[in-house]
């Protein structure tokens, strides 16, 4: 057993420092093949972790591509009362928010410049009943109807209810499509408030009742009824049911907040942000050049740490497909990443190559083309439902899904780390017992040899 020190005490002989020896013979090279393999693997795991995350990074990019939103990029500025706020695309931020009306954008928008006046805003009605003497007054029983437009549902009343749980029935009312309920109590009493969120002045609220006892919550209210919102654009007035106006202008959504002063319309201006286009454009192809680059070094034959391991081999066998291939349903004249003015370059690597060749146009020229005069075919080659962003997404989460090849190779890894920490275990017990048979025969050893010895000792005295 390790820690003891008495062996060869009785006959002299170094017997510790022999157990010692074959005890180290025999751990030695079976605990170096571990180490090796402990550092393989570990060694490989970090390298399937570093091409997770650039694969994850990759995914972060394309998906800006592929997000139309994000792709047709445009520029709007609006004005009102000597403020002046620009936006990006569908950035409706706070800013803007303050002004009288808000713009967002999407797909190709072409260049304008429009005068809004907000002249009624859309509202849902607001309706108030007579007054009671408290909050936990008890106005009698039936059901109540609340009817805005084709929306409609009921209340059952019961005969001990006060204000308050009538409130709280209508208000969690399985069936109730957006009336709110709130009492008021003043010094005069206590009244039922309703308030709907449906707008419109098709949408406005009756309030009514199966028993007269329930008339001073329902019938005869006084308040607000709903509204249509209605702006005009360039002198055109345009009604709608909600403050939202989204086919008045081609490609852009006119969100009215507040009314305009008279005759101080606000104006907007849009126009494509081509700059903002190409740069999600080149961002794609640094973002795809990086992560060819981390698997160059992971799959390097001589010094790659996953010279071994397909996974990373074969997404980027993939990848290489799709930036090499034809995008099926784009425009035949936009249906590649080369018409695009996007190359492949030996190595795996993308290109948008500021040079033309054989006195032909350079990947500068046709990327400028193509945003400039065919946007919304670009759209379809990067951002269509079968782009490349789509296919190159569909690649990347089928690799980094919980089932993926990423995930099922990391967790063969960790698997193989923790057979290694079994099979450490597996060798301490042989070791132990190892050592211990052996100590067991060299304390045997021990004693005949101090028998012996002392036998001898015996025989010298006797013989003198």
């Known amino acids: 057993m390790a820690g003891i020190t008495m062996a060869g005490s009785g006959s002299g002989l170094d017997l510790e420092s022999i157990i010692t020896s074959f005890v180290s013979a025999e751990k030695m090279p079976k605990e170096s093949r571990l180490d090796k393999k402990e550092v393989a693997v570990t060694t490989e795991l970090s390298g399937v972790g570093t091409l997770k995350a650039a694969l994850a990074d990759f995914k972060a990019t394309s998906a800006q591509l592929g997000n139309t939103d994000s792709f047709f990029q445009s520029k709007t500025n609006i004005r009102y009362q000597g403020r002046n706020v620009e936006q990006a695309s569908a950035d409706a931020g706070s800013d803007s928010a303050a002004l009288p009306i808000t713009i967002q954008t999407k797909g190709v928008v072409p260049k304008g410049a429009f005068d809004v006046e907000v002249k009624q805003l859309a509202q849902g009605a607001r309706l108030e009943s007579d007054f009671l003497p408290d909050r936990d ?6 059901m109540l109807y609340f009817d805005a437009g084709k929306n409609t549902f009921q209340v059952d009343v019961n005969i001990t209810d006060t204000l308050q749980d009538i409130q709280v029935k209508i208000n ?19 009244k039922i408030i309703y308030t709907s969120d449906k707008t419109g002045k098709e949408n406005g609220l009756t309030v009514f009742t199966s028993d007269s006892s329930l008339n001073r919550i329902s019938s005869s209210m006084v308040g607000q009824q709903a509204t249509d919102g209605i ?10 049911d909600s403050n939202i106006f989204n086919h008045a202008v081609s490609g852009v959504t006119i969100t009215a907040n507040s009314l305009t002063n008279l005759n101080e319309p606000a104006n907007f ?45 074969s997404v980027k066998q993939q990848l290489q497909t799709i930036t090499g291939g034809v995008v099926e349903g784009a425009n035949k004249q936009l249906n590649t990443l080369y018409s695009a003015g996007i190359s492949l370059e030996e190595g795996g690597m993308l290109s948008i190559s500021p040079f033309g060749k054989n006195g032909g ?44 090849m990423i995930s099922m190779q990391q967790d063969m890894l960790n698997g193989n780390l923790r057979d290694i920490e079994d099979d450490r275990i ?19 050893l021990d004693n005949t040899v101090t028998r012996y010895n002392a036998t001898g000792d015996y025989i010298r005295n006797v013989l003198g």
């Open 172 to 190: 969690e009312a399985p069936d109730n499509y957006g009336i709110s309920a709130n009492v008021i109590s003043s010094d005069v009493g206590a």
């Open 269 to 313: 201006s849009t126009a494509t942000d081509h700059a903002a286009v190409e740069d999600l454009v080149y961002g794609f192809v640094d973002g795809y050049n990086s992560l060819m680059d981390t698997i160059n070094v992971l799959t390097n034959p001589e010094t790659g740490v996953l010279k071994l391991d397909p996974t990373a081999r």
């Open 361 to 404: 146009q350079s990947g500068t020229q046709r990327l400028n083309d193509a945003v400039s005069n065919s946007l919304d075919d670009l759209g379809k080659l990067f951002a269509g439902d079968n782009g490349i962003a789509a296919q190159v997404n569909k690649v990347l989460s089928e690799s980094l899904g919980s089932r993926g």
């Open 137 to 142: 007054s008890k106005p009698g029983q039936g």
């Open 231 to 240: 702006i005009t654009i360039d002198g055109n007035m345009i009604t709608k």
């Open 426 to 444: 597996k060798l301490d017990e042989h070791i132990s017992s190892f050592e211990n048979t052996l100590r067991k025969k060299y304390t045997a």
